[in-house]
């Protein structure tokens, strides 16, 4: 099957779809808007469109999980497009592919080096398949104060150190669009028979090739994983799995993507993909167009004298499309996020130091007036304004460049919990992980010990406003630690 759209571009699952709702379909099946045409007046007006092409798996739709029509097609195009031997469309986003990744590599007992500065569904995989995480301290990049990537030399330690590696698990880029080279790390793993698994949610726009940074796949990477609704017009939750080589067993991998996606997909999803796919492939002769307004953009955005923007080490590195704006009058990233959304400027995230903000992929006008306001914002006053510091994000300087749980995943329900005091609980291990979202990046994980580094680090956050997941007591000054002289013997 050769589908295309009405502006001939290729995209067998929406163009489907969209000529399955032209023959006026009799709906006789899930879901239940019946094409919207039921649904509640006062949404029908937003979603009336969008439910047109919320289909399931009748005769011509094809099937996610068994696919031999035209979502096969549309995952085919994609993998061509990245230059991967096949590509999985996840509907349940990157962490869906992120577990089903590692529950495809790592043996239960096994042990798997991991990046530290990882996502949490990173830390999610590793526990469900009962691997024992080795972790590897990144570098830290001094210019925009966040962790980057491991190293070469920190991987061949691991690699010396460490025998029953199931799996190397990178993060690149890391939030920030901070990027390191790849391929030697990724060769010397294979060199021990080690899969490289690369979580590059980041990146799914690095195809386009220079300036932007090259891909894992490119680099050898077995698996990696792209968050497609991260910088490509796609839904979110849309999300790309590439895999090749033989490192990996390709059945075993989709066992586990059938076992976690979802029985339903959203075929909404899935047609942006499939879109999404198609507009990448038709850019990447625009690129020159696309740099030419992000420099004018900073160029608009360094007249402002209460702002900076923030350009990372040159050892690194960074994405075109990240832009990252400090404070020069001593507000923190928070506070600064906070003036912003006062004119309706909603950056991706703040942290101590910074905002982040993630350029749109196109050469169209997508900031009007945005400088105006940017200027507006961090121009207003108040009486409650508090000027603080610029403080370094976390680094714990106690932790050395390769660590282990001090009480392993398999072993955490042996023990009782009790609450402790924040501020107490030095040298405690600690029973909750806390994770400030976004980025999604643990700060402390179960199992790991509670240091000085990490209460300072959790006390500033919670003072300067950042959002925590996980347990409410950290915002409280309480955390469950493992209460170790309760163990229960086998």
């Given amino acids: 099957m050769n589908c295309k ?22 709906s006789g099946h899930v879901p239940g808007h019946k094409y919207g045409t039921v649904f509640p007046k006062e949404g029908r007006k937003f979603f009336e469109s969008i439910l047109k092409i919320d289909a399931t798996e009748i005769t011509g739709l094809d099937d996610l999980h068994d696919p031999q029509g035209i979502i ?25 592919g992120n ?9 239960r007992g096994s042990k798997v080096l991991v990046q530290r500065n990882c996502h949490k569904s990173i830390l999610n995989g590793i526990e469900l398949a009962g691997a024992e995480p080795i972790f590897i301290m990144p570098e830290y990049d001094q210019m925009v104060g966040v962790s980057t990537s491991i190293t070469l030399e920190s991987l061949e330690e691991a690699l010396e150190q460490y025998t029953n590696v199931s799996g190397l698990i990178i993060t690149n880029p890391n939030y920030y669009g901070l990027t390191v080279p790849l391929t030697k790390m990724i060769e010397k793993a294979h060199d021990y028979n080690i899969p490289v698994l690369v979580d590059e ?44 080589g033989n490192f990996v067993n390709r059945d075993r991998l989709e066992y586990y993507l059938r076992m976690l996606q979802s029985s339903s997909p959203s075929y909404p999803i899935m047609a942006s993909l499939d879109l999404a796919r198609a507009y990448i492939s038709n850019f990447r002769g625009q690129s020159s167009q696309l740099i030419k307004r992000i420099k004018r953009i900073k160029e608009e955005i360094s007249s402002i004298e209460e702002i900076e923007i923030v350009e990372a080490d040159k050892k690194v590195k960074m994405d075109p499309l990240k832009l990252i704006l400090r404070s020069t009058v001593g507000l923190s990233g928070f506070q600064l996020q906070c003036l912003l959304e006062t ?17 749109p992929l196109s050469t169209e006008e997508h900031f009007h007036g945005m400088i105006n ?3 507006k914002a961090v121009h207003l006053k108040g009486n409650n304004r508090k000027e603080y510091p610029n403080t370094s994000n976390f680094v714990d300087k106690s932790i050395s460049t390769l660590s282990t749980l001090h009480i392993p995943l398999d072993k955490q329900y042996l023990y009782s919990k009790v609450e402790c005091d924040l501020l107490q609980s030095e040298g405690e291990v600690s029973a909750e992980t806390i994770v400030p979202y976004p980025p999604g990046i643990p700060v402390l994980y179960k199992g790991e010990v509670v240091t000085k580094e990490v209460i300072e680090y959790i006390t500033t956050l919670s003072e300067r406003g950042a959002k925590l997941q996980g347990k409410e007591l950290a915002k409280y000054r309480k955390i469950n630690v493992f209460y170790i002289e309760k163990e229960l013997h086998q």
């Fill in 201 to 244: 949610a980041h990146g799914a726009h690095f195809v386009i090739g220079d300036p932007f940074p090259p891909s894992a796949i490119q680099c050898g990477a077995d698996i990696v994983i792209h968050s497609a609704h991260k910088t490509l017009p796609a839904m979110t939750m849309g999300s790309f799995l590439h895999m090749q």
């Fill in 72 to 96: 096969k097609e549309a995952q085919q195009l994609t993998a061509q497009l990245y230059g991967a031997e096949r590509t999985y469309f996840l509907v349940n986003g990157s962490t869906v």
């Fill in 373 to 375: 306001k940017i200027r």
């Fill in 343 to 359: 004119e309706n400027i909603f950056p991706e995230l703040a942290d101590l130091q910074n905002v982040l903000f993630i350029l």
């Fill in 99 to 107: 577990i089903a990744m590692i529950l495809a590599t790592c043996e």
């Fill in 5 to 26: 759209s009405k502006n001939d571009i290729n995209t067998p699952i929406f163009s489907t779809l969209i000529n399955h709702f032209e023959k006026e379909p009799i």
